[in-house]
C-alpha cells in the first residue's frame, strides 16, 4: 500500500481532478486529432485497479480505434435499424453513426459475470474502473463520455463484444481531445440534502 511519503498529489490536487471531471460528448472532441494507443493502454490500466470484491476484475474492455470505430458504427446502425421498429428516431441513427467517428477512440464496457459475487457488487466495480479512467483522461487533458445508449442493452449486441448471455454490456466510453475552449458545465446540489450524519 502507498503510503503517505510516496503520494505524488497533495489532497487539494486530488480534490481539483475529482471535481473537475467533466462529461463532454464527442461532438466536442477535436476532429482528426487521435490519442496515442499506449496512453489509452495506460488509462485501462488504471481502470483495472478499481476496487473488486473477491478480487474477481469483472471488467471487460474493447477498445475500437481507426477504422474499428467504423465497424462499431456500422454494427450499431444495423442492429438498431433491425431492432427499433416503429420506435426508430432519426437523432438516435445519427449518433450511432457519427458519434464513433468523431472520438479517437471508443471503448465498450463489458461486465463478465462471476456467479459468486452479487450482481450489484460487478456493476459497481465496473462503474468504478470506469471512473478511474475518466479521471486518468481528465488528468490527461483528454476529454471522455460514457454514454450507456445505442445499443447498450439489446441482448443481440452481447456476442459482438465477446459478451456471453449471463454478461453485460454496460456501455461506451467516447474518448478524445476536446476542441480548443470546449468546455462542459456540471452541478451538484448541497451536500445536506443527500447526507445523514449519526453521532449518538
Known sequence: ?????????S????????RGRRSMQPVLFEPGRVVPDELVRELLENATWAPTHKRTEPWHFVVFAGAGR???????????RSTAGPN???????????????SSHVIAIGLKRNPEVPEVEEVAAVACAVQNLHLSA?????????????VTYQPEAKPFF??????????????????????????RRPLHEKVTWVLE
Do not use: C
Request: net charge negative.
Open 162 to 187: 465477446d459478451l456471453g448471455p449471463q454478461d453485460q454490456l454496460l456501455g461506451f466510453f467516447y474518448l478524445g481531445y476536446p476542441k480548443p475552449g470546449a468546455t462542459a458545465r456540471s452541478t
Open 138 to 150: 481528465v488528468a490527461h487533458g483528454l476529454a471522455g463520455f460514457w454514454s450507456s445508449g445505442g
Open 1 to 9: 500500500m502507498m503510503n503517505q511519503a510516496e503520494t505524488t498529489l
Open 70 to 80: 467504423q465497424k462499431l458504427a456500422d454494427f450499431q446502425v444495423e442492429l438498431y
Open 88 to 102: 426508430l428516431q432519426e437523432s438516435k441513427l445519427e449518433k450511432l453513426t457519427n458519434n464513433p467517428l468523431f
Open 11 to 18: 489532497a487539494a490536487q486530488v480534490t481539483q481532478l475529482i
